[in-house]
């Protein structure tokens, strides 16, 4: 009866050790900000950041623009050839306005995940999937229909689209007969 019992015992241990072991060498690393290169690593490092404490300066070792003279607007340049927008009061503060631009995404190898439909789109994460998925050229309008939106604009046709996370996308141009002209996934909440 010890002998089953220490058995018992052993095999539980081994199993703790087992699955303390998978957790520890399978678990995602956090994202660094000088690790960020394409708009999906941003995401993951927004996302564990909470949206909050992000600094300018995190993201010098990518290309970048002054965007105005006082220098409250950059633009960072990514490697998947989506821009990463700041802007704010100072740079002495975290950016008032976070977002990233889509037009210009190259179409990315496949991921795990596979395939995105555009019905399935619910989230700033699903939105850079299919975008990366189908490139920033083959996005239409009618791709998210499904979201809650609102048209706008003068001079260029302008809808923004309320996504489940409270992110917005917004996709401008002459209007839904031609591609739009531009794809921009805004990140900070909207102030109404």
């Not at 539980?12 to 998978?22: D, E």
């Not at 994460?125 to 975008?131: G, K, M, Q, T």
């Not at 939106?149 to 046709?157: F, I, N, P, R, V």
């Amino acid at each position: 009866m010890k002998d089953k019992n220490r058995r018992r015992t052993l095999v539980g241990i081994l199993i703790l050790i087992v699955v303390v072991a998978c957790f520890h060498f399978f678990r995602q690393a956090p994202t660094k900000s000088q690790d960020v290169t394409t708009a999906a690593q941003f995401l993951q490092y927004f996302d564990q950041k909470g949206g909050k404490n992000i600094n300018w300066s995190d993201f010098d070792h990518l290309p970048h623009e002054k965007d105005d003279a006082e220098g409250h607007a950059i633009t960072y340049q990514l490697k998947d050839d989506c821009t990463l927008h700041f802007s704010g009061d100072s740079m002495d503060q975290p950016p008032r306005e976070i977002s990233l631009n889509l037009e210009k995404a190259s179409i990315q190898p496949q991921d795990k995940e596979g395939k995105i439909e555009p019905k399935s789109i619910q989230t700033k994460e699903d939105v850079i999937r299919y975008v990366s998925q189908v490139g920033g050229d083959h996005v239409t309008w009618s791709d998210f229909d499904h979201l809650p939106h609102e048209e706008g604009g003068s001079g260029l046709y302008v809808v923004v689209y309320t996504l489940k996370d409270g992110s917005r996308l917004a996709l401008s141009g002459t209007g839904e007969d031609q591609a739009p002209w531009f794809i921009n996934l805004s990140l900070t909440p909207d102030k109404k």
